[in-house]
Structures are given as structure tokens and as C-alpha cells.
T-cell receptor, first 114, second 114 residues
Framework: AQSVTQLDSQVPVFEEAPVELRCNYS??????LFWYVQYPNQGLQLLLK??????LVESINGFEAEFNKSQTSFHLRKPSVHISDTAEYFC????????????FGAGTRLAVHP | ETGVTQSPTHLIKTRGQQVTLRCSSQ?????VSWYQQALGQGPQFIFQ???????GRGNFPPRFSGLQFPNYSSELNVNALELDDSALYLC?????????????FGPGTRLTVT
């Protein structure tokens, strides 16, 4: 079985500051890793994913995440945040077997202040 | 291509009643998954349907049931509603190719049980 731990429930940050949202996972098998973003009153949008290959993955809006197998982590970073990045961020894993069930963390609320 | 849509947007039911939530998959997708997101928590996997058959189930009781239709739209049915069933219900569609595939989420249905 897999599990995901998001170490911070809330992260307040000022606009244009860097941010890191932490995610650790536990699994006895190889997994795929995902970050989803949820804006208020909306569904989930895929931000980025790691399936294989380069351990550093990037999104189109400046976020990046690095897969660290030895530390079982997949932290999300952005060098300079905007007010519009205020949202709930969810880390998720799925294993490589059978169906693609996503196991989510509890979420991190990113609040960007002017 | 159209995205994933869900209906209704909001719903209020009384304990003990039954409810049906609907989801229209993204065009061309043959797999649909349902998730329950309680307030302040990450989504929890309920079940998945692939080509009209259940293809995996999470830790939810049998009163949670589903259907997938030939056009790949889907329903989630919940019988004997309990107060703890109050949550945002998300469906996600995907095209099953290989062992992993990206899931596209709908905006969700907010269910309140009183």
C-alpha cells in the first residue's frame, strides 16, 4: 500500500518570494508521482508529473518538482510566486500495476500575500 | 475537445436518502474514477470503471455503487446517506494506454447531508 504525507498544511508567503511545498511518500513498489492544484470551488488540475526519466520535472507556469528516490520525496518549488498561485496543492502517487488509483496527501494551502 | 463535466453542482439531501451523481467523461476517454474529498482533506479513491466494468475499488462500503455507460458517461449512487457522506465528489476520466495514464478531473459535486 502507498501513502503520501504533505508536511505543511499551510504555507504563507509574500509575492515574488520562493516557495517549497514538501511531499514524502511511502510505497513498497515503484510509483508515479503527481502534483495537482485546486483553486477555490474548482476541481483538480494536473500541475506536473514524474513517470520516468529525468528526476526534475517542470510545469508551464514556473513550478518544478524533483523526484528523490532515496528520500522518497517529491517536493514542489517555485522561485517567485504570484498572487494567482494561491490555491490548495495536492501531492499524489499511483503504482505501476493494474489500474491507476491515485493516493493523495492531505494538501497544502499556499497563501500568497502582497 | 470537451472537458469532464459533472452534475449537479450542489446537492442537499437528508440522512437515509439516496443520491445519484453524474459525470460526462472527456471525449475519447474509456476510464472513469470517482473520488470523495471531505472538507480539509485530500481526495479518497472510491472506485474506477473501465469499459463499463468496475476495475478497482477503494475502502468504501457497498452502499456506494456506480455505473459506466457505453458512451463512457458515469454515475455514482450512494444509498442510505449518512452525515459523513457530506463531501465534494470528483470524477476523473482518462484513456487507458499502457500501465499509467493521466486523469482529468471534473469540477465536482458538493453533497451536503443533513
Amino acid at each position: 500500500a502507498q501513502s503520501v504525507t504533505q508536511l505543511d498544511s499551510q504555507v504563507p508567503v509574500f509575492e515574488e518570494a520562493p516557495v517549497e511545498l514538501r511531499c514524502n511518500y511511502s510505497s513498497s513498489v515503484s510509483v508515479y508521482l503527481f502534483w495537482y492544484v485546486q483553486y477555490p470551488n474548482q476541481g483538480l488540475q494536473l500541475l506536473l508529473k514524474y513517470l520516468s526519466g529525468s528526476t526534475l520535472v517542470e510545469s508551464i507556469n514556473g513550478f518544478e518538482a524533483e523526484f528523490n528516490k532515496s528520500q522518497t520525496s517529491f517536493h514542489l518549488r517555485k522561485p517567485s510566486v504570484h498572487i494567482s498561485d494561491t490555491a490548495e496543492y495536492f501531492c499524489a502517487v499511483s503504482d505501476l500495476r493494474g489500474y491507476n488509483k491515485l493516493i493523495f496527501g492531505a494538501g497544502t494551502r499556499l497563501a500568497v500575500h502582497p | 475537445e470537451t472537458g469532464v463535466t459533472q452534475s449537479p453542482t450542489h446537492l442537499i439531501k437528508t440522512r437515509g436518502q439516496q443520491v445519484t451523481l453524474r459525470c460526462s467523461s472527456q471525449s475519447g476517454h474509456n476510464t472513469v474514477s470517482w473520488y470523495q474529498q471531505a472538507l480539509g482533506q485530500g481526495p479518497q479513491f472510491i472506485f474506477q470503471y473501465y469499459r463499463e466494468e468496475e476495475n478497482g475499488r477503494g475502502n468504501f462500503p457497498p452502499r456506494f455503487s456506480g455505473l459506466q455507460f457505453p458512451n463512457y458517461s458515469s454515475e455514482l449512487n450512494v444509498n442510505a446517506l449518512e452525515l459523513d457522506d457530506s463531501a465534494l465528489y470528483l470524477c476523473a476520466s482518462s484513456l487507458k494506454t499502457g500501465s499509467s495514464y493521466e486523469q482529468y478531473f471534473g469540477p465536482g459535486t458538493r453533497l451536503t447531508v443533513t
